[in-house]
């Protein structure tokens, strides 16, 4: 059945909407997301975009110090060594500030993790946050989640490290105050020094803030709560995700999350109609400038951001709609620049890439730079399956003669290894993109069917924040070669037999 489920499953339905004639001019084309999830005005003042795994990490660490109200961290996992221990300190150091600033502190730390990522190992993130919970009880939550889909006589037999591949948290967001940062990356060193990966800061955004923490509790309340001996357990009430009824249990979680993205979108539509959709002609215009007068009013938002969520263990697939929607839509001459870490399309995204009119310029790991080369073991051979998939994808781009509108780059740079997800779109004629994709999921069977991922969806009419997005684009893209025919004859391109023979069997486990 895990086999078989890619060809069983129903086409994903491509959703479109007339634009809202009374809402601002650059955002038309892509209002039809709101139909799905909240919508978010902001300023493109505050975005920032950052472009390498030093800079991120040094921002998490002056993030988590200045906190006064909450840090909410989603992760695969939290690494074990130094630089993640100097992490585990600014948190304890912050929460030991906000202890002694007053009787009844108000700073909360909420951390979502894997289990299974999470437990591999006698050293983990585990070991890393009890003493967190141990000295903070009252303040801090830790939630690691369990995929339903591993129980039974499969979670006994499977062994560690082997039973990741069967679902995961896989969602990054990392949340302190009203800031927001989006990332692919994990807490753990290779992140914060030579991997590169993507990285956005929504500042001063308590809507959005307010969102991804609702999420992450959602899911926490879902997942098994670290103990201050180490041992989980389930919320009193909760129905267990691998010893109690599956279907009960997913219910329950899809429940969880759709009141969350429901309740917020409720809310922006009333925001919106609030700010663009007055009674009376004019009124909204003239108290915004009356308030933005006496310096009371936000500027009029020019961007505007759209959470994407995907569990299909729990029956939502919102990000696969969106993205499907909008590979779909793209018109001729448009130009989509798709990057992943793994290059593990789905049918139905390859399908779209190879049956639409848009140019597409997919950037993925070269076998040197992806995170499974050198590993010990069966994992060893993963980088092999890829350019087995990645060699078969481009057969069938020659085949279809598209190697003009359809081309693969590959990312080389010594010393470092590439995990960076997204797309960038630039619509007809246009040099710089207008939207962006950026989070957790890498366009695979795993992030469309196994995992829980998210991602948010950047539509900027600002033209500084689209360079700041097309210098990003390019800067990643500038460290890759094109793919020929000649790249899959070099010697280290070789994929043996048992590789070739076991990758359609194994190729939606990674």
């Known amino acids: 059945w895990l086999l078989l489920a890619p060809l069983l499953t129903p086409p994903v339905p491509v959703i479109t909407a007339p634009p809202c004639s009374l809402c601002p001019e650059g955002a038309h084309r892509f209002q039809w997301i709101r139909n799905l999830v909240p919508e978010f005005g902001i300023s493109s003042s505050h975005v920032k975009v950052l472009s390498s795994p030093a800079e991120f990490y040094e921002l998490l660490k002056v993030q988590i110090k200045a906190a006064k109200q909450r840090v909410v961290m989603a992760s695969l996992y939290l690494g074990t060594g130094l630089l993640e221990q100097e992490l585990v300190y600014c948190l304890e150091e912050t929460l030991e500030k906000s202890l002694q600033a007053k009787s009844s502190p108000d700073l909360r730390v909420s951390i979502l993790l894997d289990y299974t990522r999470g437990s591999r190992g006698r050293k983990n993130s585990r070991t890393m946050l009890i003493p967190l919970l141990q000295r903070f009880p009252e303040q801090v939550r830790v939630s690691l989640f369990h995929t339903p889909n591993l129980r039974g006589l499969l979670r006994l037999l499977i062994p560690e490290r082997f039973n990741e591949t069967i679902g995961l948290q896989h969602i990054k967001v990392y949340l302190f105050d009203d800031n927001v940062i989006l990332s692919g990356a994990n807490l753990s060193d290779l992140y914060f020094t030579n991997r590169q990966d993507r990285y956005v800061?929504?500042?001063?955004?308590?809507?959005?803030?307010?969102?991804?923490?609702?999420?992450?509790?959602?899911?926490?309340?879902?997942?098994?709560?670290?103990?201050?001996?180490?041992?989980?357990?389930?919320?009193?009430?909760?129905?267990?995700?691998?010893?109690?009824?599956?279907?009960?249990?997913?219910?329950?979680?899809?429940?969880?999350?759709?009141?969350?993205?429901?309740?917020?979108?409720?809310?922006?539509?009333?925001?919106?109609?609030?700010?663009?959709?007055?009674?009376?002609?004019?009124?909204?215009?003239?108290?915004?400038?009356?308030?933005?007068?006496?310096?009371?009013?936000?500027?009029?938002?020019?961007?505007?951001?759209?959470?994407?969520?995907?569990?299909?263990?729990?029956?939502?697939?919102?990000?696969?709609?969106?993205?499907?929607?909008?590979?779909?839509?793209?018109?001729?001459?448009?130009?989509?620049?798709?990057?992943?870490?793994?290059?593990?399309?789905?049918?139905?995204?390859?399908?779209?890439?190879?049956?639409?009119?848009?140019?597409?310029?997919?950037?993925?790991?070269?076998?040197?730079?992806?995170?499974?080369?050198?590993?010990?073991?069966?994992?060893?051979?993963?980088?092999?399956?890829y350019v087995y998939i990645e060699h078969q994808f481009y057969s069938e781009v020659c085949y279809l003669q598209q190697q003009e509108r359809v081309q693969l780059q590959e990312y080389s740079r010594a010393g470092w290894t590439f995990h960076a997800k997204g797309l960038w779109l630039y619509l007809a004629g246009s040099d710089l993109p207008c939207l962006t994709l950026i989070g957790s999921p890498n366009f695979g069977y795993r992030s469309v069917h196994r995992d829980l991922e998210a991602q948010v969806a950047i539509v900027t009419e600002n033209k500084t924040l689209q360079q700041q997005l097309h210098q990003e684009q390019e800067q990643l893209y500038l460290c890759s070669g094109v793919v020929s025919t000649s790249t899959f004859e070099q010697p280290n391109r070789y994929v043996k037999l048992w590789v070739k023979l076991v990758t359609p069997l194994i190729k939606n486990f990674f």
């Open 201 to 385: 800061l929504l500042r001063d955004s308590p809507e959005i803030a307010d969102f991804f923490t609702e999420l992450v509790d959602a899911i926490g309340d879902v997942s098994l709560q670290l103990r201050q001996d180490d041992t989980v357990q389930m919320m009193e009430g909760m129905v267990h995700p691998y010893q109690g009824d599956k279907v009960a249990y997913c219910e329950i979680a899809n429940r969880r999350v759709m009141e969350v993205i429901n309740s917020a979108r409720t809310r922006q539509e009333l925001l919106h109609a609030k700010t663009f959709h007055s009674s009376q002609p004019g009124s909204s215009l003239l108290s915004q400038q009356g308030s933005q007068a006496s310096g009371s009013l936000k500027p009029e938002p020019d961007t505007w951001i759209y959470p994407l969520i995907q569990m299909k263990p729990f029956g939502i697939q919102i990000d696969e709609i969106v993205t499907e929607t909008l590979l779909t839509e793209a018109e001729r001459d448009a130009r989509i620049y798709l990057t992943t870490g793994y290059f593990n399309l789905t049918q139905a995204y390859m399908d779209l890439i190879l049956g639409t009119r848009a140019e597409y310029r997919i950037l993925l790991a070269s076998p040197e730079v992806n995170g499974f080369f050198g590993a010990k073991g069966v994992a060893g051979a993963i980088p092999a399956a």
